[in-house]
Nanobody, 124 residues
């Protein structure tokens, strides 16, 4: 079992920045793929970004490429989402997710551990 707790959400003006953090329980954090998902009101939960054990390579939604960066600190069991140049359309609940790493597996789906979410609101 893994428990995930997000923090760092809030209200920010368009063009601003926020950094989300997700702390994970357990001793095998580095063996998990980590992802950030976003759910806007009335819409489905979509992948924002995800990475493997080092985040040396990561997947990003086209809408956030060049603005958002995922990173992780395996010693601290924490994954981060740095969000720059925020836009009103980035508003939503942001969820951290985890799944066991499997060679060749996709990073975009199949997550079975989820945090409770943190709200990000970007005002225009």
């Amino acid at each position: 079992q893994m428990q995930l707790v997000e923090s760092g959400g809030g209200l920010v003006q368009a063009g601003g920045s926020l950094r989300l953090s997700c702390s994970a329980s357990g001793r095998t954090f580095s063996m998990y793929a980590m992802g950030w998902f976003r759910q806007a009101p009335g819409k489905e939960r979509d992948l924002v970004t995800a990475c493997g054990w080092s985040c040396g390579s990561a997947e990003y939604a086209d809408s956030v490429k060049g603005r958002f960066t995922i990173s992780r600190d395996n010693a601290k069991n924490t994954v981060y989402l740095q969000m720059n140049s925020l836009k009103p359309e980035d508003t939503g609940a942001y969820y951290c997710a985890a799944k066991r790493l499997v060679y060749g597996d996709t990073l975009s789906s199949g997550y079975n551990y989820w945090g409770q979410g943190t709200q990000v609101t970007v005002s225009s």
